[in-house]
C-alpha cells in the first residue's frame, strides 16, 4: 500500500511554529503545535499532510489504508 491515513491521533507535535523560527530564540510550549484528536496522511514513507482530524479531506482519503490509532499519542 503506497498511502497510509493515521487517524484518531489523541496528541500530535507538528513543530510547525518552531519551524518558523528556524531555531532562533527561545522555544515555549506553543513553538510544538501540538494538535490534539489529530490525523496525519503518509504516501511513499514521506508525510505528505497532518493536521485536525476534522480538516482531513475526501481527496486526501482516498485510496489509503486508514489505520485507527484509537487516541494514543
Do not use: F
Not at 497510509?4 to 530564540?25: C, F, H, S, V, W
Not at 499532510?49 to 475526501?58: A, D
Not at 486508514?66 to 499519542?73: A, E
Amino acid at each position: 500500500m503506497k498511502k497510509t491515513i493515521y487517524t484518531d491521533i489523541g496528541e500530535l507535535m507538528t513543530l510547525r511554529e518552531a519551524a518558523g523560527k528556524k531555531a532562533r530564540g527561545p522555544m515555549g510550549e506553543a513553538d510544538l503545535s501540538i494538535v490534539k484528536n489529530a490525523a496525519m496522511v503518509v504516501e511513499k514513507g514521506r508525510v505528505i499532510w497532518s493536521g485536525p482530524k476534522t480538516k482531513l479531506s475526501r481527496e486526501l482519503r482516498k485510496g489509503g489504508k486508514s489505520v485507527s490509532l484509537k487516541g494514543r499519542n
